[in-house]
């Protein structure tokens, strides 16, 4: 989004993101200017080298999204990663500018140290009275109204929903914001802005059912996900297809939030890696729209038994959960030509 405004604007920026943005159809380039837009996070940058990438990148405006305990391979706990990300706060320089959302962890990295000013993005209009924060407002909706720290306000259409978008593109108008761009030049660049690939992205429509890709492999990004989907005032059945596949999900550490990441699904298919060292089914028990399946196979045939026309499938994986993606829009169309 953020790499979309600012081109729209002119500024001709540099970008390595870590997805395919339909705007671009490339993940990367150089560009022609001095602005440059990193996707970046706190993974390892080598194996001879355990900091986190991030602090490589010496940045002068930084988005902190969210913070939460992922790369179980890497980091023994929570409070490592927040200390790599505290390592990245300090990178900043004093005329930078952090923009940040909410959250406990980000808190307690501030709260170590921070020389830059900070400024809050909410996902939606509270009753504080405080006017420190980028705001969205209707975040659900196909419009949606994002107001400044100082009182300015614009209203925009676009195609994307969930409040986790929302709050994404007010992240991306305040970091704009920060080299100059208007409210008025974001706003229209992400009315025309398109999403990337895999993230909630339409596959087909085939025999009335949608089908939709979407990268999401933590429990957060699960729930955040599907509630965008289940908010949509559509009719039909919301089913989840989801493959565990991260080193995080494979270790077993967030097996005890899987059977509620799912609630806003009508069902929720999910496949069992080999080898797996926990027992996935008896996580998911207690959530009995939750249904586990040793093989692709026999998710597949388990989809065209359970859904019709009006029905809406998200496949949730980090990789290619084994094609299943074309395979299952190929058996769908087959059984609409029947």
């Not at 009753?127 to 209707?138: D, F, K, P, Q, T």
């Not at 080193?247 to 939030?257: I, K, P, Q, S, V």
């Not at 029905?311 to 074309?326: A, C, K, T, Y």
């Amino acid at each position: 989004m953020l790499a979309w405004i600012l081109d729209c604007a002119g500024l001709d920026p540099g970008f390595l993101i870590g997805g395919v943005p339909a705007n671009f159809g490339v993940s990367a380039r150089l560009g022609g200017s001095q602005y440059f837009v990193v996707e970046a996070d706190e993974y390892d940058s080598a194996f001879f080298d355990k900091r986190s990438k991030f602090v490589h990148y010496r940045p002068r405006t930084v988005v902190l999204n969210n913070l939460e305990y992922d790369h179980a391979d890497i980091f023994p706990d929570l409070s490592a990663i927040e200390t790599q990300f505290h390592h990245l706060v300090r990178c900043v320089p004093g005329e930078g500018q952090i923009i940040r959302g909410n959250g406990a962890a980000i808190d307690r990295v501030l709260q170590r140290g921070v020389w830059t000013p900070v400024v809050c993005v909410a996902p939606q209009a509270d009753n504080s009275g405080e006017r420190w924060s980028w705001r969205a407002l209707s975040p659900e909706a196909s419009a949606l109204e994002v107001t400044s720290p100082v009182g300015e306000s614009v209203e925009f259409g676009w195609s994307l929903i969930g409040q986790h978008n929302a709050q994404n593109a007010t992240a991306a108008i305040a970091a704009a914001a920060h080299v100059g761009v208007t409210l008025e030049q974001s706003a229209s660049a992400l009315a025309t802005f398109s999403g990337v690939k895999r993230r909630l992205e339409l596959l087909g429509k085939p025999a009335g059912v949608e089908v939709y890709d979407d990268f999401a492999h933590h429990p957060t990004a699960i729930e955040s996900t599907l509630h965008a989907l289940s908010a949509q005032s559509k009719k039909g059945r919301l089913v989840a297809v989801i493959e565990p596949r991260s080193n995080t999900m494979r270790l077993g550490e967030h097996r005890g939030l899987l059977k509620d990441c799912t609630r806003s699904a009508t069902h929720a298919l999910w496949l069992e890696p080999a080898a797996l060292e926990w027992d996935l089914r008896q996580s998911l028990e207690q959530a009995p729209h939750n249904e586990v399946f040793s093989s692709t196979e026999d998710i597949i045939e388990r989809l065209i038994t359970l859904v019709e026309a009006g029905d809406r499938i998200v496949i949730m994986s980090n990789g290619g959960f084994e094609g299943l993606h074309q395979r299952l829009l190929n058996s769908l169309e087959k059984g609409a030509q029947r």
